[in-house]
């Protein structure tokens, strides 16, 4: 499908005449290890006219080998997911666009935070268009985080479920792992928060509404990003909780390794596209599969689940970095954006809110 069979962004004329200049196999540099032929051929099919030239990915990983937990090393990822290699992947995804992210440490134990953390501003720090952010657990001192995210020169926090103290973690109430204490803090900066909210049904669950409205209403210059568009991987979810969640002016939104469109539209229609910002979710971008919808819930297809065998013909799973991409098209399509919508979801929106030129 190209371009000129999408009637709400056929002027994307740049796009047009990019079709076919920019294959991923003229990105200067390292071979593309991470890259198949499947990988080519479906970004010339469904993303090369599309892709905006400016692509800013505002929720994306670093890691450095010695800070991981060995059980989430990934041996098919470069070992340092160091500025050089990290730029390298993002580039690989987006070949000839102009790149920036916002940048945090994957999950690591607790009593690595601090190397890691270290390891994030040292990333940042080679590229004046990056951000990041402090990732941290409940416990942390809102003081001692101040002094830290300063001195780092980082943009905010990350927290995560999986240093909350309630068991099991995946249905924490958001204060178990993001306290007011550091809401408060990101408040008096001018943070932002990235928020991978959890619980069964996400941002249709009463209690994860309640705590988001209270802590945005209550410090209004603490700015919130709902990681994987709402985790709407169930739509639904998204569709019956983002009314509730209107009129927010410090909440926002990155579509991170979602692959449903509708979870992308719903915050489109319903919040404005103005609050969405694109996200690749570095490296979940480089593994092979998709999130899909199913039931009241969701699940992960992975390059290893045995789910690519079908009768009428056998699947090659491509990036989810590219199955991320093109449900975000589809979503664009569908809610009829114009190029200049769509280059606010890449670049504009995110720039705005971590004052990138
Ligand atoms: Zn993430």
């Keep these: 499908m190209r371009i000129s069979s999408l009637p709400c962004i056929s002027q994307r004329t740049p796009g047009l005449k990019r079709v076919g200049g920019n294959s991923p196999q003229s990105i200067p540099g390292k071979p593309l290890a991470l890259i198949q032929p499947e990988d080519r051929d479906f970004f010339e099919r469904e993303l090369a ?9 505002a929720h994306a990983h670093v890691w450095g080998h010695d800070n991981m ?62 951000r990041g952010l402090f990732l941290t657990g409940p416990e942390a001192d809102p003081e001692w985080l101040r002094q830290e995210v300063r001195r780092l020169g980082l943009a905010g926090l990350k927290c995560y479920h999986v240093y ?7 249905e924490a109430q958001i204060p178990d792992f993001l306290p007011e204490s550091h809401v408060r803090m990101a408040h008096q900066e001018g943070w932002a928060i990235m928020l991978h ?61 979602n692959c449903e469109a509708m979870a992308h539209q ?4 319903i919040i404005g596209h103005r609050r969405l910002m694109y996200g690749t979710d570095i490296p979940v971008s480089h593994l092979r599969g998709r999130s899909a919808a199913a039931a009241d819930t969701f699940f992960w297809a992975y390059q290893e689940s045995p789910v690519w065998g079908e ?28 190029d200049t919508q769509v280059e606010d979801i890449f670049w504009n929106n995110a720039a705005q809110l971590f004052a990138v030129e």
């Design 266 to 269: 719903a915050i489109i229609r």
């Design 69 to 130: 937990h060995p059980g989430r090393r990934i041996a098919s990822l470069p070992r340092d997911g160091d500025y050089q290699e990290f730029s390298r992947m993002l580039q690989a995804l987006h070949p000839g666009r102009a790149c920036a992210a916002n940048i945090f440490h994957r999950i690591c134990p607790p009593e690595h935070f601090e190397e890691a953390n270290r390891w994030t501003s040292r990333q940042v720090a080679c590229n004046p268009q990056y």
């Design 311 to 338: 009768r009428h013909s056998e699947i090659k799973p491509v990036l989810i970095g590219l199955e991320h991409l093109r449900s975000l098209k589809w979503a664009c399509w569908s809610e009829r954006l114009s």
């Design 197 to 257: 909210m959890v619980r069964s049904r996400a941002c249709a669950d009463p209690g994860n509404i309640r705590w988001i409205r209270h802590y945005c209403t209550t410090y209004p210059d603490m700015k919130l990003i709902l990681a994987h568009s709402a985790r709407g991987f169930q739509p639904a979810h998204n569709l019956e909780g983002l009314p509730h969640l209107k009129g927010l002016d410090n909440l926002w939104f990155d579509t991170s390794a």
């Design 164 to 170: 909350a103290g309630v068991k099991p973690t995946w």
């Design 49 to 57: 006219s599309f892709l905006p030239d400016r692509v800013f990915d």
